[in-house]
């Protein structure tokens, strides 16, 4: 048997799945019933993030919903949907009644990590995280952030028609974070792979296709797992400049245990990762199309950080998340039941044109601080400062070192149900004068 057959990290996805298939099942025994007609008052609805076309392009979709009703049902997924800004940030707020500790996929799970707490739990796990991500720790990274983005930019002007998720938006995040976080450079390319492999477990599901993708994303977390359980037990981090160092270090009083410590490895991992490299990926392709909001930014650099917000809500690297509701929960003039799926659209919420005007248009001076890319309230994104950070500094280079931006050919989108972001994305840069 091999190795990571015995890892409980495997073991476990049974669980997820027998409890995605019963709740699908007892949503097909409710439609039966009731027809498809709509029932508890919601609008039925053929929108599912798991089409690979509409994860891919989910516009067309968003508009569709917004024209509807406030929530919408699909019964082929048994899911809920809400994709207005209010009723997404009031959802996000009541952690009461609508919770992350049952699961932020489509399959329930449960474990000590801080996107799945609530409560107690969450603010516990969150106070330990939260000091290696504030502004003034991140202003320690940000001189590798700023000379990464200028390495990087050049190769990508020197190399016209070059695919710039290759040359720069998958390799600058990941070293950023594995710097961070205390991985060694010859380490980063395992990295790498199991972060991209590890996300898989978001589209996990009953059929073929899904149980490949979760399979293959729980062997990626078991890899981590070892790999962090090892460190850990060599003494490796502690008194290391890096943020699990610091966690160690604080740790002497074992608040946090060996599986919270490598939860928040994990989540560091794939938040600081796999976001922002689709912020950076979706903000190539905007300007690509968007020559004129190119200029202007060129003009004034000082936009680069309202630029940034704008991308962030145009073309959000997380699109959708689920929560589970604990009680009835209702929205308007529908109540959903106790125990659904819930599917927030943050992508939808981020063009709703009751918030934000001309809402499918990029407009670099826009500054939407309003948008909820990175989530809102307790469960906002912790390496939102990270990204933001990230981003401004490859726009900065961008804008010095290139005097025009053009795709050199088709791009091609990640098909997963929740990150959205340009898997191939060719591009060519005018050196400037």
């Known amino acids: 048997m091999s190795r990571w057959r015995s890892d409980s990290a495997v073991r476990q996805i049974g669980a997820p799945v027998v409890a995605a298939v019963g709740m699908n099942i007892a949503a097909a025994v409710r439609v039966r019933r009731r027809g ?135 390799p600058l995040p990941i070293r950023m974070i594995a710097h961070i976080i205390g991985i060694p450079p010859e380490d980063v390319q395992n990295f790498r792979s199991w972060s991209e492999d590890g996300v898989g477990v978001i589209n996990a599901g009953v059929s073929p296709a899904g149980l490949r993708q979760g399979l293959k994303g729980v062997r990626a977390i078991a890899a981590l797992r070892r790999y962090f359980k090892d460190q850990l037990a060599s003494g490796k981090l502690k008194g290391s ?78 699109q959708n998340l689920y929560r589970y509701t604990r009680t009835d929960y209702r929205v308007g003039e529908v109540t959903i039941p106790s125990g659904s799926r819930l599917l927030l659209a943050f992508g939808a919420a981020n063009r709703d044109p009751e918030v934000f005007e001309d809402p499918d248009t990029y407009r670099a001076d826009r500054n939407p601080r309003n948008h909820i890319a990175f989530g809102y309230g307790v469960h906002m994104c912790i390496g939102a400062t990270l990204s933001r950070m990230e981003g401004q500094a490859v726009l900065r280079e961008l804008t010095s070192q290139a005097s025009a931006i053009a795709a050199a050919g088709s791009a091609t989108w990640s098909t997963n149900s929740s990150l959205r972001g340009t898997t191939y994305l060719p591009i060519r840069l005018t050196p400037a004068r």
């Open 241 to 318: 400049d890096t943020v699990l160092g610091r966690l160690v270090d604080n740790n002497e009083d074992g608040k946090l245990s060996d599986d919270e410590l490598f939860f928040i490895a994990m989540l560091l991992l794939f938040a600081g990762n796999e976001t922002t490299t689709n912020l950076i990926g979706g903000m190539f392709d905007t300007l690509a199309h968007a020559p004129d909001q190119f200029a202007m930014i060129r003009d004034d650099p000082d936009l680069i950080p309202s630029a940034v917000e704008e991308q962030l809500r145009y073309s959000a690297p997380i």
């Open 36 to 170: 498809y007609a709509g029932w508890t008052g919601a609008v039925n609805t053929d929108y599912d993030p798991l089409d690979p076309a509409t994860a891919a392009q989910p516009f067309d979709a968003y508009r569709a919903l917004h024209a509807g009703g406030r929530v919408h049902y699909n019964p082929k997924r048994a899911t809920f949907i809400l994709s207005r800004h209010e009723d997404i940030r009031a959802a996000l707020r009541d952690t009461d009644a609508v919770t992350s500790s049952q699961g932020v996929t489509r399959m329930k799970i449960s474990a000590p990590i801080l996107v799945l707490t609530d409560g107690d739990d969450h603010t516990r796990l969150r106070k330990q995280v939260q000091p290696g991500f504030t502004r003034g720790a991140m202003s320690d990274w940000q001189g590798m952030a700023d000379q990464l983005a200028k390495e990087l930019v050049a190769d990508v002007v020197a190399n016209p028609g070059c695919d710039v998720m290759e040359r720069l938006a998958v």
